[in-house]
């Protein structure tokens, strides 16, 4: 199983957990990508978010300064928000992106559990899902055709394109991210895409029904059951002792999500909510080492299988010292426990 890390590009992190300037927050964020290749972790992802408390709205940048300072570690990003961008400029960054890293890209491509992309571009929420439909149709075309003709409701036609640069790696990879939608499922596995599952609360064996009817569905479109591969995005820290783990990730975690709470209607995160998701079927992946890797082992079962793991770490205002070491306790222990 590969194991990594995802990363917001959170603004407010530094070596007291205080606030930071956002060229600190930048250059920590690298230095820790930087950790993770060290470590042998294998891949890092970063989001796209447009909102004032992230700093990943140009992810492709950012991993691009990363593949010059890493050697082997894999750069994704962690979703591209596909519905708000144009496909022929995602595959040219990403293809650019392929090269300079000498092969390590790879992009996961979703529409985002934000909305700000919207009106920032110009579009209409209501063509939500239309939007990225229309969109990786495209860009599935370009990732497996040089030259590209092509039209359809959202951008303008091309005719005859050729769209360079090309990846050094090839075919590209691309990854469908989802949340909860049964239809995203189907989606990914009709088109023989590798499935990355967002699991940020509940608990995580609920998910198996999605995914069996995503393997349905490539098995249905004729894809070989290895072209099918299931990623797991899954909050988490580890930390030396479960309780140090719970005493640093708490706060931060009940205050993040909380606020975020406020914006979708959730009730306020408390401490008994929050035990249950770290308790042995829910979806936080918090503790020291042993119980990290175990309860991953537990998920990849109950799930059918899991080829990727990423852990979200960097949302409850944890310092840079204390994401390095976690990066570090995940790269040389969990990582050898669940692949041993």
Do not use: C
């Given at each position: 199983?590969?194991?990594?890390?995802?990363?917001?590009?959170?603004?407010?992190?530094?070596?007291?957990?205080?606030?930071?300037?956002?060229?600190?927050?930048?250059?920590?964020?690298?230095?820790?990508?930087?950790?993770?290749?060290?470590?042998?972790?294998?891949?890092?992802?970063?989001?796209?978010?447009?909102?004032?408390?992230?700093?990943?709205?140009?992810?492709?940048?950012?991993?691009?300064?990363?593949?010059?300072?890493?050697?082997?570690?894999?750069?994704?990003?962690?979703?591209?928000?596909?519905?708000?961008?144009?496909?022929?400029?995602?595959?040219?960054?990403?293809?650019?992106?392929?090269?300079?890293?000498?092969?390590?890209?790879?992009?996961?491509?979703?529409?985002?559990?934000?909305?700000?992309?919207?009106?920032?571009?110009?579009?209409?929420?209501?063509?939500?899902?239309?939007?990225?439909?229309?969109?990786?149709?495209?860009?599935?075309?370009?990732?497996?055709?040089?030259?590209?003709?092509?039209?359809?409701?959202?951008?303008?036609?091309?005719?005859?394109?050729?769209?360079?640069?090309?990846?050094?790696?090839?075919p590209f990879p691309i990854w469908l991210g989802v949340g909860g939608t049964p239809q995203s499922f189907v989606r990914a596995g009709v088109l023989g895409l590798p499935l990355m599952v967002a699991v940020i609360g509940g608990e995580t064996h609920r998910f198996r029904p999605l995914i069996d009817l995503y393997r349905e569905a490539g098995r249905r479109a004729g894809h070989a059951p290895e072209k099918l591969k299931v990623g797991l995005h899954s909050i988490g820290y580890v930390a030396n002792t479960?309780?140090?783990?719970?005493?640093?990730?708490?706060?931060?975690?009940?205050?993040?999500?909380?606020?975020?709470?406020?914006?979708?209607?959730?009730?306020?995160?408390?401490?008994?909510?929050?035990?249950?998701?770290?308790?042995?079927?829910?979806?936080?992946?918090?503790?020291?080492?042993?119980?990290?890797?175990?309860?991953?082992?537990?998920?990849?079962?109950?799930?059918?299988?899991?080829?990727?793991?990423?852990?979200?770490?960097?949302?409850?205002?944890?310092?840079?010292?204390?994401?390095?070491?976690?990066?570090?306790?995940?790269?040389?222990?969990?990582?050898?426990?669940?692949?041993?």
């Amino acid at each position: 199983m590969e194991i990594g890390i995802d990363s917001f590009a959170a603004v407010t992190i530094n070596s007291t957990g205080a606030g930071s300037t956002s060229a600190e927050a930048m250059a920590r964020l690298l230095d820790r990508i930087e950790q993770a290749d060290q470590a042998g972790l294998d891949v890092f992802g970063i989001g796209e978010h447009h909102r004032k408390e992230f700093l990943d709205s140009a992810p492709a940048l950012i991993l691009a300064a990363a593949a010059a300072r890493t050697k082997q570690i894999r750069l994704t990003s962690a979703v591209t928000v596909l519905s708000a961008a144009d496909p022929v400029r995602v595959f040219q960054n990403f293809a650019t992106l392929d090269l300079i890293s000498q092969g390590r890209a790879e992009m996961v491509v979703g529409r985002g559990s934000f909305t700000e992309a919207f009106p920032l571009f110009g579009l209409n929420l209501q063509d939500y899902d239309a939007l990225f439909s229309e969109k990786l149709e495209l860009l599935l075309n370009i990732r497996d055709n040089e030259t590209v003709t092509w039209s359809g409701k959202f951008r303008p036609a091309l005719k005859n394109q050729p769209i360079y640069p090309r990846p050094q790696q090839d075919p590209f990879p691309i990854w469908l991210g989802v949340g909860g939608t049964p239809q995203s499922f189907v989606r990914a596995g009709v088109l023989g895409l590798p499935l990355m599952v967002a699991v940020i609360g509940g608990e995580t064996h609920r998910f198996r029904p999605l995914i069996d009817l995503y393997r349905e569905a490539g098995r249905r479109a004729g894809h070989a059951p290895e072209k099918l591969k299931v990623g797991l995005h899954s909050i988490g820290y580890v930390a030396n002792t479960t309780e140090e783990a719970i005493d640093d990730f708490y706060p931060g975690y009940a205050e993040t999500f909380t606020r975020i709470g406020k914006e979708r209607g959730w009730p306020p995160v408390r401490r008994e909510h929050f035990d249950a998701q770290r308790g042995p079927q829910g979806a936080l992946l918090i503790g020291n080492p042993e119980e990290v890797a175990e309860k991953i082992l537990r998920h990849s079962e109950a799930l059918g299988g899991i080829s990727r793991l990423t852990f979200q770490m960097d949302n409850a205002g944890l310092s840079h010292l204390k994401l390095m070491k976690s990066i570090e306790l995940i790269g040389t222990r969990v990582t050898t426990m669940v692949n041993q």
